[in-house]
């Protein structure tokens, strides 16, 4: 049973329009969530990360939002650049004390693609 | 070097083989991880180390075998692998204290097994 679910295998926008990556989870007991970004023949690099008794965090161009209630969370880009163009994951993790650091369960990824 | 290193980046075994992966990181994180990804699957973890301890093994076949024999240093030891074990194999480090979930990557080693 996959927990953290991407349902968009790919997104499409144009440089300067607003990108939205959406994920949707099963377990309410996440405590973090989490987007990692990954370029080609690249690891994955974090991103953004907002606690579950948050319902938005802000890093610059990027933002997420949680909504608890529906179990989904997004990413916005704005406005998009064509640098921006990767894999995003996203990621959650159930924080147990110390033992529950970096087990994160991953989403299959949306491919975005930024046009010139 | 900085940040986490990955060695080899590509490997091609047959199934009677023994290889190993490398990772290193060299920014003083106390964990490490090792990672899958599969073709259309998410990342899977496989395996923790916490201060050189094996916190976690994630349901793993024994025909992978980790070994950390300090914190900056994990292996992967793969022998009789199948056809069905080609992925992408991350490792990863963090800190621990406080960590939320934030961890650092290598590139990967890319597993093909004939």
């Known amino acids: 049973d996959q927990q953290v679910k991407q349902n968009s295998p790919s997104l499409s926008v144009q440089e300067g329009r607003i990108s939205i990556l959406n994920c949707d989870y099963t377990n309410s007991m996440f405590d973090y969530f989490l987007w990692y970004k990954k370029y080609p023949a690249e690891g994955p690099t974090f991103l953004i990360s907002i606690s579950s008794i948050k319902d938005k965090n802000e890093d610059g161009r990027f933002t997420v939002f949680l909504n608890k209630s529906a179990k989904h969370l997004s990413l916005h880009i704005v406005p998009s650049q064509p640098g921006d163009s990767a894999v995003y994951f996203c990621?959650?993790?159930?924080?147990?004390?110390?033992?529950?650091?970096?087990?994160?369960?991953f989403g299959q990824g949306t491919i975005l693609t930024v046009h010139p | 070097e900085t940040g986490v290193t990955q060695t080899p980046r590509h490997l091609v075994m047959g199934m009677t083989n023994k290889k190993s992966l490398k990772c290193e990181q060299h920014l003083g994180h106390n964990a490490m991880y090792w990672y899958k990804q599969s073709a259309k699957k998410p990342l899977e973890l496989m395996f923790v180390y916490n201060f050189k301890e094996q916190t976690e093994n994630n349901s793993v076949p024994s025909r992978f075998s980790p070994e950390c024999p300090n914190s900056s240093h994990l292996f992967l030891h793969l022998h009789t692998l199948q056809p069905e074990d080609s992925a992408l194999y991350l490792c990863a480090s963090s800190q621990v204290s406080g960590n939320t979930g934030e961890l650092f990557f290598g590139e990967g080693s890319r597993l093909t097994v004939l």
């Open positions: 990621a959650a993790m159930l924080y147990a004390g110390g033992t529950s650091y970096g087990k994160l369960t």
